[in-house]
């Protein structure tokens, strides 16, 4: 590889004025600057940016921490954000946590290492530790914002997905079709006090606790790890025990699929006999039969704003914390239309 050197030997120069060609920190005269330019482009020299940002102990490279960047949320957060940071000047350096707390530290200081500029931390799911990761990361001069940590803390950076909204959508849609007894399928969230799925939940209890009828509201949860059965499962007992149910509302399109699953085995039709409704409208919502009607969350605008929330907290070190909030939207399907009368 060709070094600083070489390029200085062809221009017949010395290694300093190649420097200041190269990082334009200096005067050099047009003729010089050309014969530099053009032993660059002959050698095909290309500087090592990173040794230079070490040196002048600011580099514009930042991290995005997350669990695991190959799931359907993930990778387009990331690339949205990393889209946003690269149209500005900085380059990403991606790392996974697998879900384990350890690796969380150990990611965070070797991008502390790499001298990066900022972290946009979705963290691991018992959030309990973020205070000291915040303060290792402040004491680094290093900014940092929060992606769909839970609860909010109004001292830090902070975007996420407007799970309350979220939850009012959907709800509202089946009320809207005039289904008065709704089942609900969620996942327990022990690591959290206020999660997304307990907002979406609370979301639909205050409308139905708003709405002028009457509304019966059945609510399963469970922490199992294979929703798509959780979700058959309890379809079918609540199907069992409560017969007049007209939908379900799972707070994820897996629990959404496996309450079709159980519909198809039980003989109904969907949405004739029961509507169903999912959330995420990942690629299960549009690749069901009947196509899953769904909350749909706007990933890649979360990663925009994530990416210019850590852009702001970067160049003005003094800009006050503050959170943002993403909306989403329901993509009516096939699977919910008009309750039964019967």
């Not at 979220?166 to 969620?186: F, P, T």
């Not at 959404?256 to 409704?277: K, T």
Request: hydrophobic share 40%.
């Amino acid at each position: 590889m060709t070094d600083i050197r070489r390029v200085a030997e062809v221009a017949g120069v010395s290694t300093a004025t190649v420097s200041r060609v190269v990082n334009n920190t200096g005067p050099v005269n047009a003729k010089t600057r050309e014969k530099v330019q053009q032993a660059i482009l002959e050698l095909d020299y290309r500087p090592n940016k990173l040794a230079s940002s070490l040196r002048q102990k600011e580099t514009r490279i930042v991290g995005i921490l997350q669990t695991d960047h190959s799931t359907h949320f993930s990778s387009i957060f990331a690339d949205a954000a990393e889209d946003t940071l690269f149209n500005h000047g900085f380059t990403t350096i991606m790392s996974n946590t697998y879900g384990e707390r350890a690796m969380e530290k150990e990611q965070i200081e070797f991008l502390l290492d790499m001298r990066v500029g900022g972290i946009l931390l979705r963290p691991f799911k018992d959030t309990s530790h973020i205070p000291s990761l915040i303060h290792r990361l402040e004491k680094a001069n290093v900014a940092c914002v929060l992606v769909e940590s839970y609860p909010v803390d109004p001292l830090q950076f902070h975007a996420n997905l407007n799970n309350v909204q979220g939850g009012h959508i959907a709800i509202q849609h089946l009320l809207e079709l005039g289904h008065r007894s709704i089942g609900m399928l969620l996942p327990f969230e022990p690591w959290h006090t206020e999660g997304p799925h307990d907002l979406r939940l609370a979301a639909v209890q205050r409308a139905v606790a708003k709405f002028p009828e009457p509304v019966e509201l059945h609510i399963r949860r469970d922490n199992a790890k294979d929703q798509v059965a959780f979700g058959f499962e309890a379809t079918r007992s609540l199907l069992k025990t409560s017969p007049g149910i007209t939908a379900i509302f799972g707070t994820t399109d897996l629990l959404a699929a496996g309450a079709l699953h159980a519909a198809q085995e039980m003989n109904l039709s969907v949405p004739s006999d029961l509507s169903i409704i999912g959330y995420d409208d990942s690629y299960v919502a549009s690749s069901m039969h009947p196509r899953l009607t769904t909350v749909s969350q706007h990933i890649d605008a979360l990663g925009e704003a994530t990416g210019k929330l850590l852009l702001s907290a970067i160049e003005d070190p003094t800009t006050p914390p503050r959170s943002i909030s993403i909306s989403n939207i329901l993509k009516v399907r096939d699977s919910s239309g008009p309750a039964r009368t019967s």
